[in-house]
């Protein structure tokens, strides 16, 4: 996707504990930075606040990194999020992770697909998503486009 199709953009700095012995991120982290990603788009969302005190609780059904080039230490990455599709008891939401660059250009480094399940925590069966959920994803990410809902960790 362009960046401009993303609402929410969350900007941190890579760590060297991130980092292997390669001297890149380790492969397991590219799914950290995503729930890093979606913990703070959800909060951006402010989604829990329509709930009415309603428990809403997630897993993470399938979760897919498609990798495109490394990301080393110290490197300023800018996460980007979107829901892409709702279901009756789940939502898929795309992560994009992209070094930031001088001009702005495009420096996409990896995608995370995640398939979330809305859960029963008592029995950890799927229960169908409450209605309004998918109104205020897609109300949020409507704002693609202006000025982004950018958070800067730090």
Do not use: C
């Not at 930031?100 to 399940?117: C, I, K, P, Q």
Request: aromatic share 12%; no cysteine.
């Amino acid at each position: 996707m362009a960046r401009s199709d993303f609402a929410f953009h969350y900007r941190f700095r890579v760590r060297w504990s991130e980092t292997d012995a390669q001297g890149v991120v380790f492969n397991a982290r590219y799914l950290d930075y995503a729930d890093v990603a979606m913990t703070e788009y959800w909060r951006a969302v402010k989604f829990r606040e329509y709930a009415d005190g309603a428990p809403l609780e997630f897993h993470v059904k399938k979760a897919t990194v498609t990798w495109f080039a490394p990301i080393k230490p110290d490197e300023l990455i800018e996460a980007m999020a979107r829901t892409i599709a709702t279901g009756r008891t789940s939502m898929t939401q795309l992560v994009e992770i992209h070094g930031v660059t001088e001009d702005g250009s495009d420096d996409l480094r990896a995608t995370v697909d995640l398939v979330s399940v809305h859960v029963d925590l008592d029995v950890h069966r799927p229960i169908p998503l409450p209605d309004w959920v998918k109104d205020v994803f897609v109300s949020f990410d409507s704002q693609a486009g202006s000025a982004p809902v950018e958070l800067i960790e730090g």
